[in-house]
Antibody, heavy 117, light 110 residues
Framework: EVQLVESGGALVQPGGSLRLSCAAS????????MNWVRQAPGEGLEWVSYIRDSSITIYYADSVKGRFTISRDDAKNSLYLQMNSLRVEDTAVYYC??????????WGQGTLVTVSS | QSALTQPRSVSGSPGQSVTISCTGTSSDVGGYNYVSWYQQHPGKAPKLMIY???KRPSGVPDRFSGSKSGNTASLTISGLQADDEADYYCCSFAGRYTHVFGTGTKVTVL
């Protein structure tokens, strides 16, 4: 069974940093591209970042470019999102999402990041 | 990377059909046959319902169907059931490994 479990969400002050993690199991993690998608409270979904298998290709939404860094450790079956210079508008549930021949086919349960003073 | 436009809400009685539109541009919906649709129940993670405009993942009922014309994609739910009440989001590939989601539509079963 495919499982994606996010962790690391917390309350952080504007300008602060946070690192999210996603532990993957039930599939060959190294063979799949992965994404982070976020959802602000009561709002819609927003694609945040993409990393291809073997980390060859990485892309970011304009809203986080230069502040967020996606990475993966295939030996640990883990995906990460380093978030710096956090803003109030970054407040959201962050989902770890697998991508296969079917886009965004498996989602984690999400982890809440709250940016507030 | 502007969000795709969806109606805020649609509703229908059990057994009826509802259609949700998703309007983008030639840089996303109109430019690629890579539109997907997601169902999200309150407090839950989204679930893939349609991909590549009209394909259904294994396990998704054939009551759910997708189509596209120009810059507008559509999701139709036939034979509406109580459990179909949820938020629905479209999503399109937008080039260079990026994606853009729709604004979301709340489906209400009357």
């Amino acid at each position: 069974e495919v499982q994606l479990v996010e962790s690391g969400g917390a309350l952080v002050q504007p300008g602060g940093s946070l690192r999210l993690s996603c532990a993957a199991s039930g599939f060959t993690f190294s063979s799949y591209s992965m994404n982070w998608v976020r959802q602000a409270p009561g709002e819609g979904l927003e694609w945040v970042s993409y990393i291809r298998d073997s980390s060859i290709t990485i892309y970011y939404a304009d809203s986080v470019k230069g502040r967020f860094t996606i990475s993966r450790d295939d030996a640990k079956n883990s995906l990460y999102l380093q978030m710096n210079s956090l803003r109030v508008e970054d407040t959201a549930v962050y989902y770890c999402v697998r991508e296969s021949s079917q886009p965004f086919d498996y989602w984690g349960q999400g982890t809440l990041v709250t940016v507030s003073s | 990377q502007s969000a795709l436009t969806q109606p805020r809400s649609v509703s229908g009685s059990p057994g009826q059909s509802v259609t949700i539109s998703c309007t983008g541009t030639s840089s996303d919906v109109g430019g690629y046959n890579y539109v997907s649709w997601y169902q999200q129940h309150p407090g839950k993670a989204p679930k893939l319902m349609i991909y590549d405009v009209s394909k259904r993942p294994s396990g998704v009922p054939d009551r759910f169907s997708g189509s596209k014309s120009g810059n507008t994609a559509s999701l139709t739910i036939s034979g509406l059931q109580a459990d179909d009440e949820a938020d629905y989001y479209c999503c399109s590939f937008a080039g260079r490994y990026t994606h853009v989601f729709g604004t979301g539509t709340k489906v209400t079963v009357l």
